[in-house]
């Protein structure tokens, strides 16, 4: 079950009528979750925000409901809409059209897009990390815990002891 619908999408991110729910396949929302599980979450946390989902937007835990209000819910609807754009891009320059206007608005559009997102993922990790003690199996308090951090001092371009 993904975390966010396409309904929850469009009504967060305050998209114009030319990008509805119709843009927004079940398969786009699946195929950008997995990359923020694998790529940012990591897949055992992700999976606990699955299980932990009770309906549409609600979580049984409280700690999670929270997190997913201020921070995933935009995360993930911000990057669904890159994807989106840039099938849309695609679809719009195979059709042969010659007004690149239309074609740069909507590159504009996706690096906006691409921008809030490295944002959004910015303030997530913060919160996830400060949160440390409710959000374990994140992937970043995850490796910060089990990796100890190398200073490696060089001189003259070379590593030394």
């Keep these: 079950m993904a975390l966010v619908t396409q309904d929850e999408i469009i009504n967060t991110m305050n998209v114009d009528d030319h990008l509805s729910v119709n843009n927004i396949s079940n398969s786009t929302i699946t195929k950008a979750e997995l990359y923020i599980a694998n790529t940012f979450l990591g897949e055992a946390f992700y999976t606990i925000l699955e299980a932990d989902k009770a309906s549409t937007g609600t979580f049984n835990n ?4 929270l997190l997913y209000n201020n921070y995933l819910l935009r995360l993930i609807s911000e990057y669904v809409l890159t994807i989106c754009l840039n099938d849309i891009i ?5 059709k042969g059209i010659e007004n690149t206007n239309q074609v740069d608005v909507y590159g504009v559009s996706k690096a906006a897009y691409q921008d809030e997102f490295e944002r959004s993922k910015v303030m997530a990790d913060s919160y996830l990390i400060k949160n440390k003690a409710n959000f374990s199996t994140y992937l970043g308090n995850d490796i910060d815990s089990t990796t100890d951090k190398i200073i490696a001092k060089t001189a003259y371009g070379f590593f030394i002891e």
């Excluded at 695609?90 to 195979?94: E, G, H, I, T, Y």
């Design 90 to 94: 695609l679809k719009v320059a195979n």
């Design 62 to 65: 409280a700690n999670i409901q």
